[in-house]
């Protein structure tokens, strides 16, 4: 009986033809609205550049920042270093970082290898402290290199030269071997894509093989995937590409990304050009949001017009999406003469692509609300009842309610007597 009542007025609610025509558009709306939700979530998983803050294990909220530098400025191993002494006192400022550690110094975090390449260490420098469990940095450079193997050589190659834990920041599918690591004495070890190691070796089991950069050996520490695709493509991947140390692209290689000088190396007349790192990134406390990024932006000591920060936890957010939409133009404008590394460039066109998704999601959800507020007036313009209707209605089934308890209590008496 309780059923066929229901469906009685499921079948009465539903005979009105243009109720279900406005209930059809706001259930095409959700469906779109969740449908355009999914794939954004899709995308942005597909982009672990953007997602260290995540992979980052730290007791607390953390962000992921990149900070990019004009290319007419000379960013040095010695800058990175600088700067990297300025956030940390930052952080101590900020109370994410025990005052006890200020003078505790770490041999662990030496940015450059063997040689610190046209700069001495200042007394400051030597002070900073740095705790390994707090942050996370890589910088880089982007430039070419020429490789041999045998009788055949790749020239020009795209070529990007680090240091720190690039591959943290950067982890790229491994098709053989590994990822050399920040703690390497020996600065000697790449990693190419599997296209390059096709046309230098004809095969991607090449482990250990020897090339030489620049008259140098250099040996093959892993294999990458190639990423495919054609917004990859136009972000800088539609050719071969080799990882090293930024050392070794700045003894051996050119480095295209920034301002660089030379400096002699030694007395036999080996040169290197230093400079050139356009890219710092680093994985750190914020308690606050915005806070990381803006202890960075304070740190690299330079206007606003020499750097662009981007923080990337933040990146996707509604907010920051919305911005993008309304910058739309105004955007592809080139404001800073800044040399984009590939993965910054793919982050940038996706973002345009989520932005646009991000607002038919919005023009979504105002639609659907705009018509429930509408049905809702309608609803109280037709209404065939008042206020004081429903509390009588409501005290009546009250008092049927207790009624019927206490004609219950007295026959449960009645039948234990």
Known sequence: MIFEKIWG???KFFSNRKRNIVLIIVLCLL???LVLGLISRVIIS???DQLGASRWEYD???AQVSLFFTEDREITPSEIRKLEYTMELELQKAGLMPEEEEDVHSDGKEIVDTIDIGHENTPKEEEASVISDLYNSCYSAQGLSTLRFENKKAENVDTIGVDGDFFFFHPMELVAGSYFMPDDVMKD???IDEQLAWELFGSNDIIGQCVTIGGINHYVSGVVKRQEGKLKDAAGLSKCIVYMSYDSLSRYGEILSGKTSS????????KANIGGINCYEVV???PVDGIAAQIIRTSSGFDDQYITVVDNSDRFSFFKLWEVSRSFGKRSMWDKP???????NLARGYEDILALLNLVRTVCIVVISVILAVLVVLAYRNKKWTVRGIVNYLADKKYDFESDRQKKLLEKQNDTK
Do not use: A, C, R
């Open 46 to 48: 597909g982009l672990p």
């Open 9 to 11: 007025y499921i079948k």
């Open 338 to 344: 800044i040399f984009y590394p590939y993965w910054e």
């Open 263 to 270: 400096v002699d190396l030694s007395e036999d007349g080996s």
């Open 31 to 33: 469906v779109i609205d």
């Open 60 to 62: 607390g909220k953390v």
């Open 284 to 286: 750190m406390p914020s």
């Open 189 to 191: 070890k790449i990693v």
